[in-house]
C-alpha cells in the first residue's frame, strides 16, 4: 500500500510558478506510475500529468502542455510537479495517485489534495 501526501500549494498571481511535491510512504514506491489530477469547483477532476515508474515517460493534458513539467525522484519517494505561466484556469486542488500501470489510466491509491489559486 502507497499512502501519497501533497504540498506545495498557494496563491500565486497569473503568470507565477509553483512547484508542488507528493511524498509516498512505503518501499515500493518506484514501482508506480503516478499522476498528477486536479478538480475545481463545480467541475469534474482532469488529468493533469503523468510520469512512468522510472521517469522516462511522461504525458500531460492539452491544456498544460508546455507549461506543467512532471518529474520524479526514486531516491526520496516523491513525485513533483513544476507549475509556470499560471492562469486563474488553473485554480483547483491538486492530487496526486499511484497506478499499477502507466498506461491504464487507472490510479489505485490517492492523496487528500493541496489549493492552488491563481489570482488575476
Known amino acids: 500500500q502507497v499512502q501519497l501526501v501533497e504540498s506545495g500549494g498557494g496563491l500565486v498571481q497569473a503568470g507565477g510558478s509553483l512547484r508542488l511535491s507528493c511524498a509516498a510512504s512505503g518501499r515500493t514506491f518506484s514501482s508506480y506510475a503516478m499522476g498528477w489530477f486536479r478538480q475545481a469547483p463545480g467541475k469534474e477532476r482532469e488529468f493533469v500529468a503523468a510520469?512512468?515508474?522510472?521517469?522516462?515517460?511522461?504525458r500531460y493534458g492539452d491544456s498544460v502542455k508546455g507549461r506543467f513539467t512532471i518529474s520524479r525522484d526514486n531516491a526520496k519517494n516523491t513525485v513533483y510537479l513544476q507549475m509556470n505561466s499560471l492562469k486563474p484556469e488553473d485554480t483547483a486542488v491538486y492530487s496526486c495517485?499511484?497506478?499499477?500501470?502507466?498506461?491504464?489510466?487507472?490510479?489505485?491509491?490517492w492523496g487528500q489534495g493541496t489549493q492552488v489559486t491563481v489570482s488575476s
Open positions: 510520469i512512468s515508474w522510472r521517469g522516462g515517460r511522461t
Open positions: 495517485a499511484a497506478s499499477n500501470d502507466y498506461y491504464s489510466g487507472e490510479y489505485d491509491y
